[in-house]
């Protein structure tokens, strides 16, 4: 550990830190408000009447056009899971073809692995290109009489790619206007803000501890008339299509933490963007051999996010490093870390997995400033020189395949 000098936080695409109003908000409920919010009495109706209001308002933020068209879930796995799941149990019918992309979050990717599995889908992954980004067209073109549900998601998690999916939805539902389109907005959320109108989905997933809110409080959008059967069952909760008693104290939290990511949005995404393009001009400056991974245009790409991949090093050696040098990072999506196999994402880019081994991420937030990005720009790189003074493999010339990827 460094010099008991305070720790940097730069995995904010992990999880952020709950907001002091966001946990002072939830408070009552755990020690005073914490009746069941389906019983009778007058203190359950109060429980009950904060889960409407933190309905309507979040219906709200993202556009929808009624607070019932928001499921609350304990999170965006759990909201991923059902609209993959729903949406096909729902629509046996009429086919059970997914389409879905190969940079998706896992919680998509094994979900719709497991139902080809159980042969409950017929899946389609199209591909991206070397930002992770998906073409619509590939996606129109994929579709077919017997789609049931595409899913998208709109910005990956480990490089950042935006794609358009209003554009995606659009032709997709003129292709075949009974195919549901759903988008992962895990990520986005707060970032870009969503309205399901203008992406034009049927299906949205959300989660609140990603937007400053709390861990176990996420939700599915699903617009009025979409095809879904519910996959928890029990009580009528949630229209009968989760059942569960709710979490009052977490849904206040989450509806109150998406209101103050709406307020504070332009804030942010100036503060995150502005540490993010420095992060990513500097970068290749102080290392050589290092190729930054996903869009390089702001437009394209989510605010905040800056990953990378370094030459003739692992990844997951150089989190070890930085953590000790109180640096608090990732190497790609927080639920791969610890795994040795290569980024999914980044193979399906098209990088060779030997290179794609060094990769690293490293997400702002509201608590981050320039002074985090200067020491960052002084520990990594000897770090990085250290480490490859050390590896077995001899650092000369990088192999053919790697160089249109090391522009530096
Ligand atoms: C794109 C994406 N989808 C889904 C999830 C899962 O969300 P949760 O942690 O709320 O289950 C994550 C979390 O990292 C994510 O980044």
Known sequence: MSSGAPRIYLDHAATTPPDPAVVDAMLPYFRERWHNPSSIYVEAQAARQVIDEARATIAALIGAAEPDEILFTSGGSEADNLALRGVLAASRRRGKHLITSAVEHHAILDTAEELEREELAEVTLVGVDRDGVVDPAAVEAAVRE????????????????????????????????????????????????????????????????????????????????????????????????????????????????????????????DHERALQERLMAELPKHIPMLAITG??????????????????????????????????????????????????????????????????????????????????????????????????????????????????
């Open 146 to 269: 017997d789609t049931v549900l595409v899913s998208i998601m709109h910005a990956n998690n480990e490089i950042g790619g935006v794609n358009d999916i209003a554009e995606i939805a659009r032709r997709v539902h003129a292709k075949n206007p009974h195919t549901m389109v759903h988008t992962d907005a895990v990520q986005s959320a707060a970032h870009l803000g969503v309205n399901v109108d203008r992406l034009g989905v049927d299906l949205l997933t959300f989660t609140g501890h990603k937007l400053y809110g709390p861990r176990g409080a996420g939700a599915l959008y699903v617009r009025n008339g979409t095809p879904l059967q519910g996959q928890i069952l029990g009580g009528q909760q949630e229209r009968g299509i989760r059942a569960g008693t709710e979490d009052t104290a977490a849904i206040a939290g989450f509806a109150l933490a998406m209101s103050m990511a709406a307020e504070r949005r332009e804030a942010d995404l």
């Open 295 to 408: 869009p390089r245009e702001a437009s394209k790409r989510l605010p905040g996010n800056v990953s990378c991949t370094v030459a003739f090093v692992e990844g997951e050696s150089i989190l070890l490093a930085l953590d000790l040098a109180g640096i608090a990072a990732s190497s790609g999506s927080a639920c791969t870390t610890g795994s040795v196999e290569p980024s999914h994402v980044l193979v399906a880019t098209g990088m060779p997995a030997e290179l794609a081994r060094g990769s690293l991420r490293f997400t702002f937030g509201r608590g981050n400033t320039d002074a985090d990005v200067d020491r960052l720009l002084e520990v990594l790189p000897p770090i990085v020189q250290r480490m490859r003074a050390l590896s077995p493999v001899p650092v000369s010339e990088a192999p053919e395949a790697w160089k249109s990827w090391l522009s530096n």
